[in-house]
């Protein structure tokens, strides 16, 4: 399928009531998947998603749209391995194009550290289902021609592995794609619509208070990634996140041969080629804790040194754009879903900078939860409860951007 559909998209915005069943704030992937599943799955349509701006304005819209399983501990790979799952399917589900392409990921590494733990990840990851190998660097040749086996002398390649499940999708069709098939149903999706307060009574939830008047309802998801904090604390709930910025950037067009994305563990740098045949590129979060959307210029320095000490083809580019989201980052690097404290109150959180990949199952999932009042085992390990019972998912090494 490759026609121009921008015209199928049939997105119908509705009035806001007085009360809902479920009102979701944030109209990133994550809210408006979790409003897309309660519809779909279990018939809960009387549904508001709560948005401050226009919907995928979040980093949902600001990604640079990678998915992938390989990650570093079993409850981990299960969970990315289903959502990178229902990606496969999500076009025929949805009867919408999000230009989704599996085209492999590389990992390469530049240490013998580096190298044992990539062994170990390729073994852990066949052992719970994703499709991850060691690849020599000969091998890696083979795979991106363009590597330079070298690294510029300073960081030669020994090594890596390489998920060949590992995909793309367009960021903002896969937002438009639940949109539109969660407003089919009946949800009320809001844009301009901010959430200012949250009403507890009796320590159970009973209504949102929005710059647009009041909604009375009995259950709230958060999923305001960056923002998480600003709303728990409308609960006078203190959470294990903190809000950093996350950089990228893309070139001009390259000629179309560039197969996988590409990435180096050491120099947490990553590259892939858009279906434009742009180079989309990016590398660790801003380390000063911030809600600046503010691009810098020593990301580009510092990310297109990266880039051309394994990739020195790119040094024959121009960077076009660069752009900013705001991260909600964990301390384990692993993601917050669940119910909370205050009763009706939940959160979908601690996405950081790899929740793209995870939209669909963290909507699947969270949607179960809220229909059903159980966790399910998926997501069960991911509780805001593992902080207190000493229970964390360290998967630090995993996030590609530490
Ligand atoms: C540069 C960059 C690159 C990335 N690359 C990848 C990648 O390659 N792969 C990957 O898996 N992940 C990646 N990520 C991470 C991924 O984009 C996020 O984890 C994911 O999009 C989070 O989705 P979300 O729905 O939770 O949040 P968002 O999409 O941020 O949505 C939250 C929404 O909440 C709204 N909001 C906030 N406060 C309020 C309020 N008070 N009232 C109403 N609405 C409110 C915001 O406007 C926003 O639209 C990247 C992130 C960035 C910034």
Excluded at 118 to 132: D, I, L, V, Y
Aim: net charge neutral; hydrophobic share 35%.
């Amino acid at each position: 399928m490759n026609e121009f559909i921008e015209a199928r998209v049939g997105l119908r915005w509705g009035e806001q009531k007085p009360s809902y069943d479920v009102v979701i704030i944030g109209g990133g992937g994550h809210g408006l998947a979790t409003a897309y599943y309660l519809a779909t799955r279990h018939g809960i349509t009387n549904v508001a998603v709560v948005e401050r701006g226009y919907i995928g304005s979040g980093n949902s819209g600001r990604n640079t749209t990678v998915i992938r399983a390989n990650y570093g501990i079993p409850a981990s790979v299960r969970f990315y391995q289903h959502s990178l799952d229902l990606y496969r399917t999500l076009e025929a589900e949805t009867d919408r194009w999000i230009m989704h392409k599996e085209k492999g990921i590389l990992w390469m590494h530049h240490t013998e550290m580096g190298i044992r733990t990539e062994r170990a990840r390729a073994h852990m990851n066949q052992a719970f289902g994703a499709q991850t190998t060691f690849v020599t660097p000969e091998e890696i040749k083979q795979i991106v021609p363009e590597v330079d086996l070298e690294g510029g002398g300073r960081y030669p390649v020994l090594g890596g592995s390489y998920h060949s499940s590992g995909a793309t999708a367009r960021h903002d069709r896969v937002v438009w794609a639940y949109a539109e098939g969660a407003m089919a149903r009946g949800v009320d999706v809001l844009q301009r619509t901010t959430a200012t307060g949250i009403r507890v009574e009796g320590g159970r939830v009973t209504g949102v208070e929005t710059d647009q008047g009041y909604i009375s309802t009995r259950t709230v998801l958060s999923a305001t990634a960056g923002h998480t904090t600003t709303i728990t604390d409308m609960v006078g709930l203190r959470m294990p996140i903190r809000t950093h910025p996350l950089q990228a950037m893309v070139t001009n067009h390259y000629r179309q041969t560039f197969g996988p994305i590409v990435a180096s563990a050491e120099l947490a740098f990553y590259v892939s080629q858009t279906p434009r045949g742009e180079m989309l590129m990016g590398a660790e979060w801003d380390r000063q804790p911030s809600y600046s959307y503010r691009s810098t210029s020593e990301f580009l320095r510092s990310c297109a040194a990266k880039a051309i000490t394994i990739l020195p083809f790119l040094s024959d580019l121009k960077i076009l754009r660069q752009w900013t989201g705001v991260c909600d980052l964990s301390p384990d690097s692993s993601p917050i879903m669940g119910m909370t404290p205050v009763e009706g109150f939940l959160v979908s959180t601690g996405w950081g900078t790899w929740g793209f990949k995870a939209i669909p199952a963290g909507g699947e999932q969270m949607a179960e939860l809220i229909a059903t009042g159980r966790t399910p085992d998926l997501i069960a390990p991911f509780r805001l409860d593992r902080f207190a019972r000493d229970r964390l998912l360290a998967d630090a090494g995993s996030a590609g951007t530490q």
